[in-house]
C-alpha cells in the first residue's frame, strides 16, 4: 500500500488537507486546522426540528421494509418467485444446456487423496524390486561380460512366491540379441522388499513366453501378499495406481485411470495379448509391477508401454484374471500345462485366395506341418489342409484356431472340419498336452 501510494504522488506517512486555512495560530507542518463554529441563535418559538420531521419516518420505513424483505425470504416459496432458479444465462439462445441442474459446486479433490494414500501404503509392502545379472556373449570379446537389468515383481503368498514378467528375468528374445552379442538367461536374480535395503537372491520357478509371466521364489516367510481383484469388473474410466520400480527408483506409485479394455497389442517379438489399457504411468523398470483399483486390489500386471515422440500415456498390464491359471501351473509343474493338436500353420485370408486365383482356397487355419505321434496326425490332419471349423465355430486364422483350443482341457475332444480336394470334412481327436 505505501508504494502505490508513492506512486501516485501520495505519501500515506503525510497526507495533507489542501482546503485547510493557514493562520498564525496553531502551525502545523505550516498547516493549520481551525474549526468554524456556526454563531447560536436566540431562542425563538419552538418549531418542529428536522429529524422528528424527515429522518425518523424515512428510518421508520427502511426498518419496516427489511422486515418484510427478511420474512419474505423465510419463506421458500415467495424467494424463488423473487429470485428465481436460474443462477446463469447463456447468450448462446439455442443453447439446450438446462442450468437449472448444472452443479456450480466446487469438488473437494481430498477423497481422491486420501485414496490413494491409503491405497499405496496397503500394495506397496506386497510390490518388490528385481535386479538381474545376464552373461552376454560378443563377437568382439572371447570372456563373455555381465549385463544388468531392473524390474518389479509382486508378491502372491507369504512364503516367498512372486510373480513378474517373463522378460524381466529372460532377455534372450529375438529382440535383445543382435547379430553381434546374444543375451542369456539370468545368472543371478536379486529381491528387494519394501523398506528393505537387504538383497534376497531368488530362484526361478518357472517362465511362460507366451503369457510373458514367470514366476520367482526368495527363501523368506511372513511376507506381505498382494490382494488380487476381479479384473473381469474393470471398468473404463476407472481410477487406478502403477506401482513399481521405474529407472530402478524402488516403490514408486502413479495415478491414472483405465483407458480400454480388452485391448490388443502385438509385441517387438510378434507376441499378442489382451491387456488392459492405462495413462497411469508405466516405464522401463515397471514391469512386473501391480496394476491396483481403488480398494488396493491387483487387477493387472504392468508389462508394456507405448513409446516414441509424441506418445504418451500409453502403458498396458495383463489382466490379473488371466494370469491365475498360469502362475498356479507355473508354481505347481514348473511349466504351464496347455493342450495341444500338433501342427504348424499360416492363415489363408480373402486376399491371399484372391492373390491366388489359381489355387482352391478357402479363408481358413492352413495346415503346413504335423508332428509325429501328435493328436492332429492320428485323427488323419494332412499338411495341405485347411482348417475352416472348431467346434462348430468359424476359423479364419490360426488364431481363431487356439483360440478354441485353449478354451479346452488337456484330454478333452475337439472336433475339427477340414477343407481338402474341394471338399469339407469333419474328423474327431483327443488333446494332448503340449510337450
Known sequence: MDNQNNQNGFNSNSYINTNAQETNSGNYNNY????????????????????????LP??????????????????????????????????????NINYNNVNLNLVSLSNISDTGVAVAQKVLPSIVGISVEYSVNSLFSRNPSTAKAEGSGVIISSDGYIL???HVIDTSSSSSSSSYYEVNK?????????????????????????????????????????????????????????????????????????????REITDSDGKTYTVLQTDAAINEGNSGGALVNSNGEVIGINTLKASGEGVEGLGFAIPINS??????????????????????????????????????LKEGAYVRSVEDYSPAQKAGIKVGDIIIKADNETVESMDDLNEVKNSHQIGDKMTLTIYRDGKESTVELTLAEQP
Open 186 to 262: 539370468a545368472s543371478k536374480i536379486e529381491v528387494y522388499l519394501y523398506n528393505d535395503d537387504t538383497p534376497y537372491e531368488a530362484k526361478i520357478v518357472g517362465t511362460d513366453e507366451q503369457t510373458d509371466l514367470a514366476v520367482i521364489k526368495i527363501d523368506k516367510t511372513d511376507l506381505t501378499a498382494a490382494t488380487l481383484g476381479d479384473s473381469d469388473t474393470v471398468q473404463v474410466g476407472e481410477w487406478c495406481m502403477s506401482v513399481g520400480n521405474p529407472l530402478g527408483m524402488r516403490s514408486t506409485v502413479c495415478q491414472g485411470s483405465i483407458s480400454a479394455l480388452n
Open 58 to 95: 424515512f428510518a421508520s420505513g427502511i426498518i419496516g421494509a427489511t422486515l418484510v424483505v427478511g420474512l419474505c425470504f423465510s419463506i421458500p416459496g415467495i424467494k424463488n418467485e423473487i429470485l428465481g432458479t436460474t443462477s446463469y444465462i447463456p447468450k448462446d439462445n439455442n443453447s
Open 32 to 55: 493549520s486546522f481551525k474549526a468554524q463554529k456556526k454563531p447560536k441563535d436566540k431562542k425563538t418559538k419552538s418549531e418542529p426540528s428536522f429529524a422528528k420531521t424527515v429522518l
Open 164 to 166: 513378474t514378467n517373463n
Open 323 to 360: 494370469t491365475k491359471d498360469i502362475y498356479s501351473d507355473l508354481i505347481q509343474y514348473n511349466k504351464v500345462k496347455r493342450p495341444y493338436i500338433g501342427i504348424t500353420g499360416s492363415d489363408i485370408t480373402e486376399e491371399t485366395i484372391k492373390a491366388n486365383p489359381t489355387f482352391d
